[in-house]
């Protein structure tokens, strides 16, 4: 069932593609080329999400990802997309880029109309041949009769596809409004909290947090981000990773660490508790040890000029 709904996406350029005064241009600067490429790159990375690429925090900023993606020099692809960007063939919106000028280059079929198409084109070929009248009639009939069976195989696909659809309605009829609200509470205050506007991506990269976290977790780290002024969807994936690593899935969990961070810093530190301490004891070692040290002599200490002897040697000294 997935080969039979795989879809194929190809990028049609029109012949006067490169005659396009952008591309022209694009082409006249130096490493033009490289940069002309790098453009097709970015077309065709966007094809499946309908003419958008999408920034997923795996890099630093969107450009150093686009470069990772299309395996492409970052520098090389910064100066692609500062001339796309002057010359509005490319639109940027906080984690979203929009390639302007790809709804009409953008081709797709399904499974079963690409094996008709091959059907067709192996018929093509086949009518070529020289063969003889006999031989082509049979050939024709076999055709037909293969023509039908991939109509069939078509309509079963259709048949299938539909079903499909009406699980998929029915499962979505099963999810409970309790859990529609929880979602939509979590929107709201992403919307509330500054961090704008609720896009496909980004409500997609929420709902496959609550499948991990309670609703008030995922709150909770929106409110974190907010009140360190990093309101953006990244932070919070940074954030909610580092809570998911921990096993801090629940919101009681999350707030008895964060009591527990609190009761860390109220603890006093060594030096704080010496200094509050009252005077300390001696300990006895230190006392053993002042003992075992000679007393000091009592009295005035005599020096060499009080010695008369001292003073004889010196005089006989000075004589000689």
Known sequence: MSGQNKRYFWLK?????????????????????????????????????????????IADNFVEEIALDIDEDVQNTQITFNYLTQKGLIEFADEELAMTNIASMIGSETESARRVRKHREQKA????NDVTEQKHLGNTEKEIE???????????????????????????????????????????????????AINAFKAEQITEWL????PD??????????????????????????????GLTTIDKVEAEEKRKQLEQLKPSYQQRRREQPGEVTPFWLKDEDKSKPDKPSGPVKTAADDPEIQRMIADFRKG
């Open 13 to 57: 350029l029109k012949d006067d593609f490169f005659g396009q005064k952008e591309i022209k241009m694009l082409r006249r600067i130096a490493g033009g080329d490289t940069y002309t490429i790098i453009y097709l790159k970015m077309l065709l990375l966007s094809l499946k999400n309908d003419g958008k690429i999408y920034f997923d925090g």
């Open 146 to 196: 293969t023509e039908l069976e991939l109509e069939k195989d078509i309509d079963t696909d259709k048949d299938k596809e539909t079903d499909t659809e009406k699980d998929i309605d029915t499962d979505k009829d099963k999810e409970t409004d309790t859990e529609k609200e929880r979602v939509g509470v979590v929107f709201d205050k992403y919307v509330e909290l500054g961090f704008g």
């Open 217 to 246: 977790v995922v709150i909770k780290s929106l409110e974190v981000a907010s009140n360190n002024n990093k309101a953006t969807m990244n932070y919070v994936n940074g954030i909610l990773n580092n809570w998911k690593q921990r």
């Open 125 to 128: 070929l086949q009518s070529n």
């Open 211 to 214: 499948k991990i976290f309670e």
